[in-house]
């Protein structure tokens, strides 16, 4: 029996954690997070939904922040995602190393595209608002081999 497991992709929380981001994260399995955390209680508050795999964004600094790394691997059944801040900065191919899934941040703008195989997903921003840009995150789902992602905006 294939299980299906239920992941949230969120960015640029910058230190706010909304209780409309809350609720739409009630029942996932896991969450990953692409960088400018903002304040270590954003990672406390999300790891009470679900267990958190979190990167460091430009805009993370200080003590807390220096445990947070700046790339990470998450395996979630048989799909492997590839997490980084800043997508300008991807240093490899993710098609020839095997990552069926890459996560980024930073531009706030959210994303999802397919490329040479590869699902590229930027969940856009669940922090404050910046500019125009809607308040989103992304939901993907991974069911044996079968990955699908669907952008979720988010009213203030």
Not at 63 to 70: F, I, N, Y
Not at 123 to 145: C, E, N, Q, T, Y
């Amino acid at each position: 029996m294939v299980t299906e497991k239920r992941v949230a992709l969120v960015s640029d929380t910058h230190g706010l954690v909304r209780p409309s981001v809350l609720r739409k994260l009630e029942g996932v399995d896991r969450i990953v997070h692409a960088g400018d955390v903002g304040a270590p209680a954003v990672l406390e508050e999300l790891a009470r939904i679900a267990p958190v795999t979190a990167i460091r964004g430009n805009n993370d600094q200080g003590e807390w922040a220096k445990s947070l790394p700046d790339t990470e691997v998450v395996e979630i059944g048989s799909a492997c995602l590839y997490v980084l801040h800043d997508l300008a900065e991807l240093d490899l191919d993710p098609a020839a190393a095997g990552f069926q899934v890459v996560v980024s941040g930073h531009s706030h703008r959210p994303k999802i595209e397919r490329r040479d195989g590869v699902l590229y997903v930027n969940p856009g921003s669940i922090g404050p608002r910046r500019f125009s840009l809607p308040i989103a995150l992304a939901l993907l789902r991974v069911r044996g081999s079968e990955l699908d992602a669907r952008l979720v905006e988010l009213e203030d």
